[in-house]
Every structure is written in C-alpha cells, then in structure tokens.
C-alpha cells in the first residue's frame, strides 16, 4: 500500500476517531448535562419560590450505570407560603444491557438514598413534588398502545439482582388526609420473573405523621414503626409472600376514638398468595401487647396481651380456621358498667366453611377465667371460670350444636331487687342441639343443672340451693317440654334466722309440656319437707310480711261498649294448668314435718306436727268441678293422727265435694296455752277425738260432726276469762261444763254442720234436747269455738265492740269518710244476715255505729246524730224481714249508743 494511501486512512481513522469521541461526550455527556440543565430551568418557570438543582450525575453506557446526586427542589406550599424541600441524596442504577439481546431486563443493582418526597392531590389535579399533573376524567377513552397485546412469541425475563432503598422520607397530602412516612430501608434482591425461587424482602419505615379530617378525625399522636422481614415467590405470576412483621408504638386519637394505644403488634409467620381462584393467606401467630382506647362519653379497656395462632384463610374454597384465640388481663371502666376485669379469654381451634354464603362455623373449646364486673345497678358480678365445648353452627343445613357450655363459681353482690349477695358453684347445660335456625326453630337440651346455690336478701333471709336438675327439654317457638326436674336440699331463711323456715330434701317433677293453651305435669313427689312457723307476740308469722289492712274497693266506672265489636267481648281461652297430682315419698327416716312456735301465748306453745302421708289425684284448672281425690295424715306425737280425706273440686267458685276429718288420741294438755287463752281453764288431764263428715254442695256446708273430750279434768288458771265467759252466757262456766260432763268424766256433743258455706252456721239442735235452757245452749255454742282452738280457727270467736259483748261478732260495715247511706255491697251482706237471722229465730242483733275521729271534727256537734243515721239505715233495712214464724224482725234489732274510733263503721254482732 503506498504512503499517500496509508495516510489517507489514519486521517479517515482519526476522523472516525474524534467523530466517535465528540458523538459520545455529546450523547452521554452533553445531551444529559443540557437536558438536566433544562429540566431545572422548565421546573423554574413554574413560579416564583421554584428552585430545582441536580449536584452531580453519572452515565455509563458500558455497564449500564445511572447515578443522580444531591438533588434538591424547593416550591412555595398553596396552603401555607412557606417553602417546601424536595429532593435526594443519591439515585443509583445498574442495569445489564446486553441481558435486552436475550430479551431479559436485568437490573444488577438499584439503590435510592435520602429521598425527600412531597405529593398532594386535589380535585383537579395531582402535584408531585411541586409539579402539577392534571386528571384525567373517569371517562377519558383509553388508547390503542393502552389495550394492545404483545404478539411475541416468548415473554421477556425481569430480573433483578438487589434493590436497596434507604434513608428516604415521603409526604403525602390530598383532601381530608395527610400522611408522612420514613423509610428507613427497603431491600430486595435476587428476583427472577422466570424462577420460583425466594426472593428476600426487607421494610422498615416508620410513620411520622397519619392525620385524617374526613369523614371523622383521627390523628397519629406519636410515630410507629413497621418492620417486615420476609420472602416473595413468583411475584409476576401467582404472587406469594411469606413474613414476619412488627408494628411498635400505636397512639391515635380522634372523634369515634378518643385515643388508642398500642405497644406491640407481630404477625409472625405470614403467608399470603394470589391466584386466579382466590386468595389464601395464613398466620402463625399474631400477638398484640399492651393495647388502651378509650372512646367518647363510653369508657375505657385495657388489653394486656392478645395472640391469635395458627389462622388460615381460603377465599377460594370459602374456608377458614384458627388454631388458639388468647386475651389475659381485659380492663374495661364505663363501657355500660363501673369496672369490669377478665383475666384470661381462650379459644382453641376454630374452623369455618362458606364463609362468603352460607357459613358454617365449628370452634372446639371457649374458655373465660377470673371475669368480674361492677354493673350500675345490679352491683358486682364475679365469675372464676367459664368454658364451652363443641360449638357446631352451620346456615347451610340450618343447624346448629354445642356439647357443653359449663359456668363456674358465680358470684354477685349488691344485686337489684334487695339482693345483698348471690352464688353458685355451678351452672351448666350438655348437649344443645338446635334445627331449622332459619325458620322455626327447634331445640333440645340433655341436660341443665345448677349447684351450691345460695342467695341473701337484704331484709328477708337467705336460701340455698344443693342442685336443681333439668333432662330432656325440647322445643321450638309454640311449645316446650321437658322430661324431669330434680330439686334436691332447698332451705329458705328468714331474716336473721339461723333455722331454716322452709327445707325440702327433695322435689320431682316429670313430664312437663308447655304449649300456647297450657301446661301439663306428672306427678309431683317430695321427700323431707320441712317447715318451721312462729307467730310472734304480736300475732304476725315471723318471715311472712303482714297483710295491709283492706280498703273498700272504688266504684267501677262503666264500659264503653258502644264501640266494641263482637270479635273484642269474645271470651279468651284461659291458659289451662294440669298436673297429675302431688305426692310424699320417701321413709320414717326423712318424715316430712311443720314445727310450730306460738309466743303470743303464754307459756310459749311448741309442737311438731309430723307428715306420714299426703297425696292428691289430678289437678286440671280447666276443669275444677272434677273433684280431686286427697289423703293427708298427720299427727302432733307419737300416738295422735289427724286424717283428712276425700275428694274436693271447684263448682261456681266455691268448693265442692265430701270430706272426713279425724283428731284421735290428741292430748289436750298439751295445748294449755290455748284452752287458757279460750276459756280459762287448764286441762290436768284429757284426749280430744273427733270424726267429722262434712260435705259441700251448691255452696251449702252439711254434715255432722262428732266430738268427744275423753276422762277430762279441768281447773281455774285464768279468773278474768271465767268472770268474761260466764257473764255473756249469764251463768256460771262450770255449771255449763258440769251439764256437758257424763259420768266418766267424758264430755260428749254431736254437732250437725249446715249452712252457706261463706257464713256457716253450726247447728246445735242436738245439744239443746240435751239441755233444755238458752243460757246453756250459748254456753256450749261458746266452748266449741273456745275448746277446739286451734283447730277451730275458721270459727269466729267472741269480741267486744266498745262495752258491748258478742257471742258471734259478724263482718263489720265500713264506710267511707261522712257517708251515711248503704251502698250496695253493704246491702247483698244485710240480705245474708237477714237470711240467717230469720232461719234462727233465737237470734238477736246488735247494730253499734261509729264514726271516725275525723268525722267527728267535721260534724262537730252533730256527729251522734250522723252516727244514729247509719244504725237506723241498718235497722231499716231489716226491720220488715219476716222470719220462719211470720214475725219482722224489728223486734230482734237493738241499736246501741254512737262512740268514736279509728274509722267509720257499724258493728254487728249476736
């Protein structure tokens, strides 16, 4: 080659040389330099207070790095005016170019050090970074380059080595919401689209501001922190991701949250992935320590600790599942109570199936310990352990099941309704099975039953409880039944009573059925019943609250019935009661037995009254004329029994049926408080029998009664009753009693019982053939009612109405305040007692008004007058009965003088 040639070509080269070399410090210096340059004068323009400046920048095209530092913005805020700094320390990126030949995008290395990020979005428009980028409407049409598909034949690989981001800060801002974060780090590395490899992944940021005005404000209080150490798998294709994470340091306030607060939260095992059918995610564990939140105008809890294990959740086969659910030391204050605690709340493997349907939800065991409350008004409430077992709820078939639900030692104190304090040992129900959930549903029960309880009332005793048992209930919205009820050792206390007033050993009900037209039992057995009655001094039962005197019923108004229809005045069926009767059980061990203390006379009566037998035949409130069959035997000592029996119903609301009644070898000194009390007279010796038939028919009483004081000897204890009774029957009492006596010492009387059963009348025709004189014939009338106390109770007993003596006292007629005339109800008794008196001719009636303290102030002088006003009105309302004899009964009539008292009435008497 000659010279001029070989020149030729080194200049070419040369030139090729420098045109290379001017190319490439203009492309990758220049064109860059230039065009950053630009971009900092453009991001100028924007506005007064827009300052962008890039320090320093790298570009090699051979290794394919990028390199942007110390890159530094600054805008004024719309909002504020202050300036707004923008920026980052360092961007760095490698990427492999000769990878794109094998259709690979390979980024070796890419790192992003001390961003500093501002972003807001409006209405209109989003800013980032102080540049404003307008929105596109929802319904912008979306482009062909957008929609259109890669027709190659093979995908392209997406690899990346490790990406490393660190000390950056991000702000973002849009309506209603402000949000500032600091990363401290994000790595990832060794990601490969085409490998199902691990790929590491690393955050931890922290939250440095979370401030939200809409639709209720709730503020961040202090900065928390995230961490997440984990691993993702096949992210461009069924992404999974497997972690653990920690959340430190919760505090927000806000509206519907006055302040939250919360130290730790770790999700420890995590394992989520995304496929085309679905989402699976599960967790190991997740604990929560430390948490407090109060809300407005409701209280405050706190949560020591909370763990979660072993949660699994698939969308795609609609299932889930929870191994273990804790929480230990719960304190709540307000939230509907004063204070509330509970010390540990468990649940222990919980599966779940359809859930997006029809779920079924299947939790092997709930436990709850150390729970106490203090309820406002129902005081405190502690209860120690809770647990149920085998919960089984599944909507698709519509059924659901619980093994055992099981509550134990409950206790409560300072309980609405006067209860001072109420607890139990236990309180249970086993196997709970429930149909037709979505319809009408169905239950039954195996099993309820409850232990140890014991309940104290502030003013009326105590009573405990050793078990009450349930079996067998079932049912469903219109009827319940259930097989048996068990109650075993009951005993109720008066107040301040260390002896039960009521004990029952045990108590059997079986075959109970409920239904919207009545219930029906079996029959009911007892065993060792015991009561225990005292009548204080002041004739009130101790441990039964004194009835309020009565007050005359007011006037009824009468009915609007102008407005009712037929279908309104329709009778009602009244809710029927049906048992198969009651009856005692058990042996002389366990005799049932009432013991009965009377300190209202003197000396002090105590007698027991033993219960040998006691059965009924079947009760039905639907149909009362149905007489009930009854046996009770009794007796008051060894020797005694007291029988009853017969059969007894309910015909126009009043009783009807046959009856004996028997008191054999009732020893009679006994019961010398009463005889004393009655007519003055001790019994040193004698034994009362008594064989009574009595029958009730159309309200009328019959029968007769046979009664029989055996080898009796009595002497004076009480000079005051002698001188009393002797005086109304205007003779001596002994002589009366010498009459009755017979030779053995045996006093002997057959009574016949005739009458209206609502004023009986006891007839004594017998005793007057045997003793021909009135006087006697009262006197006798007298010691029946006087000797057969207590025994006698329904027999009235003879009074003082001022100076005035009854043998009989009848009801008295109240009135109210200044009234005079008779009012109905007053009239329907006159009629009674004109009927009795025309029957009896003997019979002779006093009538003494009285007039009220009260009265008397208002009628002053007048009282006496208004007084003898009501006694006339009385007389002359009988005055012109006719008796058997065809005589008026003016005759019979007496009126006695007007005296004052504590309420308007007039006192009747014989």
């Known amino acids: 080659m000659s010279s001029s040639a ?15 070399v001017v190319l490439y410090i203009a492309i990758f210096w220049a064109v860059p330099k230039f065009g950053l340059r630009y971009i900092e004068q453009e991001y100028a323009k924007l506005g007064d207070g827009y300052q962008l400046t890039i320090g320093d920048w790298g570009i090699s095209p051979w290794n394919g790095h990028i390199l942007l530092k110390d890159v530094d913005a600054q805008y004024p805020s719309k909002s504020t005016g202050k300036q707004v700094e923008v920026g980052l320390d360092k961007l760095a990126l490698n990427v492999r170019l000769a990878s794109l030949f094998n259709k690979e995008i390979h980024i070796q290395q890419a790192s992003l050090h001390g961003l500093r990020f501002n972003g807001k979005q409006t209405s209109d428009e989003l800013v980032l970074a102080g540049f404003p980028i307008p929105l596109a409407s929802d319904d912008a049409p979306v482009s062909a380059e957008e929609t259109a598909s890669d027709d190659s034949s093979s995908p392209w690989i997406f690899l990346v080595d490790s990406v490393e981001f660190t000390d950056n800060t991000i702000h973002w801002k849009q309506e209603g919401l402000s949000v500032g974060v600091y990363l401290q780090s994000i790595t ?28 209720q404000a709730m503020a961040l209080e202090k900065p928390l922190t995230f961490t997440l150490d984990g691993s993702l798998y096949d992210v461009f294709t069924n992404p999974r991701l497997t972690a653990n994470s920690v959340v430190n340091d919760l505090d927000i306030t806000g509206d519907a949250l006055k302040s939250l607060v919360l130290s730790k939260l770790s999700l420890d095992g995590v394992d989520a992935s995304y496929s085309e059918a679905g989402v699976v995610f599960g967790i190991k564990q997740l604990s929560l320590n430390n948490l407090v939140t109060e809300l407005p105008e409701q209280g405050s809890a706190e949560l020591g600790d909370f763990i979660v294990d072993d949660v699994q959740v698939d969308l795609a086969n609609a299932t889930a599942a929870v191994g273990n659910i804790k929480a230990d030391n719960l304190n709540t204050t307000d939230f509907g109570v004063t204070k509330a605690a509970l010390k540990s709340l468990g649940m222990h493997s919980m599966t779940a199936k359809n859930i997006t349907t029809d779920p079924g939800v299947m939790i092997t065991n709930i436990t709850l310990t150390g729970a106490s409350a203090d309820l406002p008004e129902q005081g405190n409430v502690q209860l120690e352990d809770f647990s149920i ?128 037209i009545g219930l029906t039992t079996g029959l009911h057995t007892y065993a ?108 008051l000592d060894t020797y005694n029994r007291i029988v009853l029996k017969g059969a007894l119903g309910l015909k126009n609301d009043l009783p009807e049926g046959e009856l004996t009644f028997t008191i054999d070898q009732l020893n009679l000194p006994a019961f010398n408080s009463y005889v004393v009390q009655a007519m003055g007279y001790r019994v040193k010796k004698g034994m009362l029998k008594v064989d009574a038939n009595i029958t009730l028919h159309d309200g009328q009483l019959g029968g007769n009664t046979d009664i029989l004081l ?24 002994d002589t009366a009693l010498s009459v009755l006596r017979d030779d053995n010492n045996n006093i002997k009387l057959e009574v016949p019982l005739s009458g209206d059963i609502t004023d009986p009348d006891v007839g004594i025709n017998d005793v007057i053939n045997q003793i021909s004189t009135k006087a006697l014939k009262t006197a006798t009338l007298y010691y029946l009612k006087q000797s057969l106390q207590p025994y006698g109770a329904f027999i009235s007993l003879a009074s003082f109405a001022g100076d005035q003596l009854f043998a009989v006292r009848l009801n008295d007629l109240e009135y109210v305040a200044l009234a005079t005339e008779l009012t109905d109800k007053q009239k329907e008794y006159l009629d009674t007692v004109g009927k009795m008196m025309s029957k009896k001719t003997d019979l002779e009636l006093q009538v003494c008004p009285v007039v009220s303290n009260d009265e008397a102030k208002q009628w002053g002088e007048d009282w006496f007058n208004y007084a003898q006003k009501r006694s006339a009105a009385v007389k002359a309302y009988l005055a012109n009965i006719k008796d058997k004899g065809d005589n008026v009964l003016s005759s019979r009539i007496s009126l006695c003088e007007p005296q004052k008292g504590d309420k308007p009435m007039v006192i009747l008497g014989v």
């Open 6 to 20: 070989s020149r030729r070509i080194a200049i070419i080269s040369a030139v090729t040389l420098v045109t290379f």
């Open 188 to 215: 990832l590395s060794q990601l490969n689209s085409a490998s199902h490899a691990a790929v590491p992944v690393t955050i931890d940021l922290t939250v440095k501001e979370f401030n939200l005005t809409e639709p």
């Open 389 to 516: 077992d085998n919960v089984d709820v599944d909507l698709a078939t519509a059924v659901a099941s619980i093994e055992k639900i099981y509550a134990g030692n409950f206790t409560a104190a300072d309980v609405a309704g006067g209860l001072e304090s109420v607890s139990l040992a236990s309180l249970g129900w086993e196997n709970i099975n429930v149909t037709e959930l979505r319809t009408t549903p169905n239950i039954t029960l195996q099993k309820f039953g409850i232990t140890d309880l014991s309940a104290k009332h502030l003013t009326d005793g105590n009573m405990t409880l050793a078990s009450l048992t349930v079996n067998g209930v079932s049912g469903g919205t219109d009827y319940q039944n259930v097989e048996q009820v068990d109650v075993k050792e009951l005993n109720v206390y008066g107040a301040n009573s260390a002896v039960p007033l009521l004990s029952l050993q045990e108590y059997h009900i079986p075959d109970i059925a409920v239904n919207q």
């Open 528 to 635: 060792g019943l015991v009561a225990t009655v005292t009548r204080a001094a002041n004739g009130n039962i101790i441990g039964i609250p004194a009835s309020a005197p009565a007050t005359a019923p007011e006037a009824s108004q009468p009915a609007d019935t102008e407005s009712l229809t037929e279908d309104d005045v329709a009778p009602s069926k009244a809710f029927g009661v049906r048992i198969a009767g009651v009856k005692q059980i058990g042996d002389d061990d366990n005799v049932s037995q009432v013991h009965w203390t009377d300190e209202s006379v003197s000396p002090v009566l105590r007698s027991d009254l033993r219960i040998y037998e006691l059965e009924t035949g079947p009760v039905d409130t639907a149909n009362l004329e149905t007489a009930i069959p009854m046996t009770i035997v009794t007796g």
């Open 710 to 733: 055996k080898n009796s000897k009595l002497e004076p204890a009480d000079e005051d009753t002698i001188n009393r009774i002797s005086k109304q029957i205007a003779m001596p009492l």
